[in-house]
């Protein structure tokens, strides 16, 4: 079994956070829950109904879940190699946060909400503006890189999920929300908690016409995912990928 280190949270305005590290039959524990958010841990499952191993990703490939409310968007990715042991980063209300690395054999794993903080830009089964962009491939939110970044082409926000999501240009102001993961001993992906600032309960609010289209009802859109979570490439979740 995986098991992630200590997170520590700490800052000027904020008192430090421990977090305690995470077994598969317990959640995680914060002191202070601020920028700390456990769920029940939801199992990944692939689209045969598998539970989802990371020896079966594909490098680099955008896996969307649902993850912690029925209709919040998550992207899984692989990256090209480890992601930072440590990173710190800061909150708009000034809270530092620590990011500590991604999950899987070399620490390359990682997974973010797919909620762009700026205007809550997400994927959608018709279109998406929003996705992990390979490296290798230009965007044009992002010249000092190619590839190997989160961007969001609503306004071309980009974000470089090694150190935490972190926001490297464009108008978003924070990070992208690490969703966080761990790899049980069968070597199965499970989703436990998130990590940072998150934007869920503004999301829930305001898309009422398109959780009504896609998931029944806001009621059920805003329901917590229990038990497992279904993962699907964003080329099979969505018709139309924009990416500039
Ligand atoms: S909504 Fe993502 S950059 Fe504006």
Not at 158 to 166: I, N
Request: proline content about 5%.
């Amino acid at each position: 079994m995986e098991r992630r280190g200590f997170l520590k949270l700490s800052g000027t305005t904020a008192a430090a956070i421990v977090v305690a590290p995470s077994l598969i039959t317990e959640t995680l524990r914060a002191e202070d829950g601020s920028l700390y958010e456990t769920y029940d841990k939801v199992m990944l499952k692939d689209a045969d109904g598998k539970p989802l191993k990371s020896a079966n990703l594909v490098k680099e490939e955008n896996y969307v879940f649902n993850f912690p409310h029925v209709a919040t968007p998550c992207i899984l990715v692989q990256l090209d190699g480890p992601a930072d042991k440590t990173a710190t980063l800061k909150a708009d209300d000034g809270t530092e946060y620590i990011f500590k690395g991604g999950s899987g054999k070399d620490g390359s794993i990682v997974a973010y909400s797919a909620i762009c903080p700026h205007q809550l830009t997400h994927p959608q089964p018709d279109t998406t503006f929003f996705q992990y962009v390979p490296t290798g491939t230009k965007t044009l939110a992002y010249d000092k890189a190619v590839g190997g970044v989160f961007v969001c082409s609503s306004h071309l926000s980009a974000f470089t999920p090694k150190d935490g999501g972190r926001r490297v240009t464009g108008p978003a102001t924070e990070a992208l929300t690490q969703i966080v993961l761990e790899i049980d001993e069968n070597d199965v992906i499970w989703a436990v908690g998130a990590l940072g600032p998150n934007k869920f309960h503004e999301y829930l609010k305001a898309f009422k016409g398109e959780f009504k289209k896609y998931y029944g009802n806001k009621r059920k859109a805003k329901k917590l995912v229990k038990t497992e979570a279904k993962v699907t490439t964003l080329k099979n979740f969505s018709k139309d990928i924009q990416q500039f």
